[in-house]
């Protein structure tokens, strides 16, 4: 790579270099080698209309936005950045293609970690997006990353195969120029959405086939263009803010209104310890139930019942019935409870905390899921705990004891 002259003072690389330490001393940065990029790149030059403070708190910075105010670029908070590369493991001398061009900052830390026998290619759907992250990294010394625009679902076939695919915006499915373009033994980090879960999956392409390594719960804007799989968003009631949002074809109209009619709660005895990442039964619940989706409320307690989780909290819609997970507080931690709405909503609740309770049994200390993705018209692992069809791929779920999973 070139040199990534940080010009801008010892403010910038003080604030870097604290940034990068609480990153290693909570785990997230966990090998010299992405430590070293992200202490050499300036992320500051990447977002210059920031203050020096934003440009290195722990947060995304949003660069661009439509006229809704929703975001349609930005440089990716730190530590999921990190968690990527990190998931992607990068060496000198690697081919590496990026899809989410951004601002160009993870480009430059590719580009620092590949150095100067390897390549990196970074592609944006959006002109002025490219531009951007073409004049930061030639400011930078990253002249050598080419940026070109395209639609990632694409790739990018000028320059295949790559040793490292990674896309840095929220996909559907695995379309079929990123498996043409990866080595067999390469490696693919994409945030896959499973029915609006979302993971940063870490796959092995070997044989034909994509099998997860590891799966990091992660937020990511969605992907536009070919790929774009457009949900639908309910408002739950009328005059709080409460959002149910699913996969498009799922006939949602049950949600709508469905919590201003009478509920009864399944308590399921399953209790999460004091910070339990739940995430992992998120996606469970995602595989196991078509009608999945996240529940958001975001402000106040609504009346309702204390929701899991205030952002995506896990929901089910079939027909009229509706569920969402709900909790309370136990001597030894919090008990998860389903509470039903609809005709048919206490019968829908009890299925869910039925799944949960199995979640439990089979999915809790020393087990993991793992992710098996077949490309459609593949032969296909039938015996899976769980099955998820996309347009491109097959999704098989297994649960593997942990030390299956290779990180
Ligand atoms: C979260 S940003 C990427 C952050 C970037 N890696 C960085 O370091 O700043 C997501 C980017 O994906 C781009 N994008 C959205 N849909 C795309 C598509 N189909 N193909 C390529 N890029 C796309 C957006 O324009 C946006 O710039």
Redesign the pocket.
């Known amino acids: 790579m070139g040199d990534h002259t940080d010009t801008s003072g010892d403010e910038a690389r003080l604030l870097r270099t604290r940034l990068v330490g609480s990153l290693r001393s909570n785990g997230v940065i966990r090998t010299e080698a992405v430590e070293a990029a992200m202490l050499a790149v300036p992320r500051h030059r990447?977002v210059p209309e920031a203050p020096l403070h934003i440009a290195y708190a722990d947060d995304v910075y949003v660069t661009k936005r439509d006229s809704d105010g929703e975001a349609?670029?930005?440089?990716?908070q730190p530590s999921i950045?990190a968690e990527m590369l990190e998931q992607l493991d990068v060496r000198p001398g690697h081919r590496v293609l990026?899809?989410?061009?951004?601002?160009?900052?993870?480009?430059a830390l590719l580009d620092s970690m590949v150095g100067p026998r390897g390549s990196v290619t970074t592609?944006?759907?959006?002109a002025d997006?490219v531009r951007r992250a073409r004049k930061a990294l030639d400011e930078v010394g990253g002249e050598r990353v080419r940026v070109v625009q395209?639609?990632?679902?694409l790739g990018c076939a000028d320059g295949a195969p790559y040793d490292r695919l990674i896309a840095?915006?929220g996909t559907w499915d695995l379309p079929p120029a990123w498996w043409d373009q990866l080595v067999d033994g390469g490696r693919l980090v994409a945030p896959l959405s499973i029915r609006g879960c979302e993971h940063s999956v870490a796959f092995d392409h070997v044989d034909g086939v994509m099998r997860s390594r590891s799966i990091v719960s992660c937020g990511?804007?969605p992907?536009?263009?070919?790929?774009s799989q457009e949900g639908r968003t309910v408002e739950l009631s009328e005059g709080r803010i409460m959002t149910f949002h699913v996969e498009h074809e799922v006939g949602a109209d049950g949600a709508r209104g469905a919590l201003d009619g009478r509920g009864m709660t399944a308590w399921t005895g399953v209790q999460l310890n004091q910070n339990e990442d739940a995430t992992q039964l998120s996606l469970w619940l995602a595989c196991a139930f078509v009608g999945y989706g996240r529940m958001s409320a975001p402000f106040g307690d609504h009346g309702l019942q204390r929701l899991l989780m205030r952002w995506a909290n896990p929901a089910v819609v079939e027909g009229e019935d509706f569920a969402y997970l709900v909790c309370r507080r136990t001597r030894s931690g919090t008990e998860i409870g389903v509470r039903g709405h609809g005709p048919s909503g206490a019968a829908l609740a009890a299925r869910v905390a039925a799944e949960v309770r199995e979640w439990d049994t089979e999915c809790r200390d020393g087990v993991n899921l793992q992710l098996t993705a077949y490309r459609r018209g593949h032969a296909f692992d039938e015996a899976a705990r769980f099955t998820v069809p996309k347009r491109h791929t097959a999704l098989a779920i297994q649960v593997v004891p942990v030390n299956a999973e290779l990180h």
């Open positions: 990447f349609l670029s930005s440089a990716s950045v990026e899809i989410g061009a951004g601002t160009g900052y993870n480009a592609v944006d759907i959006d997006t395209g639609d990632g679902q840095t915006v990511f804007m992907m536009r263009g070919l790929g």
